[in-house]
Nanobody, 123 residues
């Protein structure tokens, strides 16, 4: 069992940066690949990016490539989402999730989910 708690959301202006954190409980954090997803108002939840168990491999959605970076600190049971050059269309609730699958972009491959943190980007 893994419990995930996101933090770091808030209101920023377009072009600003924000770093989200996801703290995990439990002693098996490094046995899971971690993903970030987001859900904008009126839209389905979508994949943002994922990172492998060791942190050596990352994958991003096209919308995140070049602007977002995922990293993890297994010693601190934490995964991060660094978001740069934010746009109004990045406004969403951001979720972190844990998966037994190494490379999945699919929601249903992620076993544990956080409660989400709201990011609002004004123009």
């Amino acid at each position: 069992q893994v419990q995930l708690v996101e933090s770091g959301g808030g209101l920023v202006q377009a072009g600003d940066s924000l770093r989200l954190s996801c703290a995990a409980s439990g002693r098996t954090f490094d046995s899971y690949a971690m993903g970030w997803f987001r859900q904008a108002p009126g839209k389905e939840r979508e994949f943002v990016g994922r990172i492998s168990r060791s942190g050596g491999s990352t994958t991003y959605a096209d919308s995140a490539k070049g602007r977002f970076t995922i990293s993890r600190d297994n010693a601190k049971n934490t995964v991060f989402l660094q978001m740069n050059f934010l746009k109004p269309e990045d406004t969403a609730v951001y979720y972190c999730a844990a998966s037994d699958y190494a490379y999945s972009r699919r929601e249903f491959d992620y076993k544990y989910w956080g409660q989400g943190t709201q990011v609002n980007v004004s123009s």
